[in-house]
T-cell receptor, first 112, second 114 residues
Framework: SQQGEEDPQALSIQEGENATMNCSYK?????LQWYRQNSGRGLVHLIL?????REKHSGRLRVTLDTSKKSSSLLITASRAADTASYFC????????????FGAGTILRVKS | SQTIHQWPATLVQPVGSPLSLECTVE??????LYWYRQAAGRGLQLLFY??????ISSEVPQNLSASRPQDRQFILSSKKLLLSDSGFYLC?????????????FGQGTRLTVV
């Protein structure tokens, strides 16, 4: 079963605009992670935020986590055409083996 | 540095044929290993994960099985493929349990059952 659910399912923006994607989950977590997938390829890790953190930055990425609402958001600032990809959140509930459960993803298209 | 190898990249198999996808990890020991399946345009469905040799947890009952004969080898198998087994299969590894660790993915195998 999927733990995280992202919205929107698809997002189309112009180059230079900001892109915001949201993720909701159902159970308590140890951390939440965001990944990127280019078409037909494996996933690449972007950023990890621990359950005791509220905000984290990495370059043009900003992630927030609200454990009371069981939600997270990923903001990509000043988007570029190369940011076009699918973005997934994944939760680590600290269960047996750090099991990572992924959401359905957001397809981001950045138009140049 | 750590690397993950997954093969083959693409595979076309007839219904009823067996399947064996292999994934190996280099440069780390006692990794957590995962098999995911991704349907077209969809998210990742966790199929199996393993925290050690011979320790496999199945997430979704189905026509597939997994084995971990060596510490850094994870194999996804089927005795008889179904049309519904078509999809993009991804292997991944992460650090030992207890760490806040990211997952590293292979490049995936696109399986088409015909």
């Amino acid at each position: 079963s999927q733990q995280g659910e992202e919205d929107p399912q698809a997002l189309s923006i112009q180059e230079g605009e900001n892109a915001t994607m949201n993720c909701s989950y159902k159970t308590s977590i140890n951390n939440l992670q965001w990944y990127r997938q280019n078409s037909g390829r494996g996933l690449v890790h972007l950023i990890l935020i621990r359950s005791n953190e509220r905000e984290k930055h990495s370059g043009r990425l900003r992630v927030t986590l609200d454990t009371s609402k069981k939600s997270s958001s990923l903001l990509i600032t000043a988007s570029r055409a190369a940011d076009t990809a699918s973005y997934f959140c994944a939760t680590d509930a600290g269960e047996y083996g750090n099991k990572l459960v992924f959401g359905a993803g957001t397809i981001l298209r950045v138009k140049s | 540095s750590q690397t993950i190898h997954q093969w083959p990249a693409t595979l076309v198999q007839p219904v009823g044929s067996p399947l064996s996808l292999e994934c190996t990890v280099e440069g780390t020991s006692n990794p957590n290993l995962y098999w995911y399946r991704q349907a077209a345009g969809r998210g990742l469905q966790l199929l199996f994960y393993s925290v050690g040799i011979g320790q496999i947890s199945s997430e979704v009952p189905q026509n597939l099985s997994a084995s971990r004969p060596q510490d850094r080898q994870f194999i996804l198998s089927s005795k008889k493929l179904l049309l519904s087994d078509s999809g993009f299969y991804l292997c991944a590894w992460s650090g030992e349990a207890g760490d806040d660790t990211e997952a590293f993915f292979g490049q995936g195998t696109r399986l088409t059952v015909v």
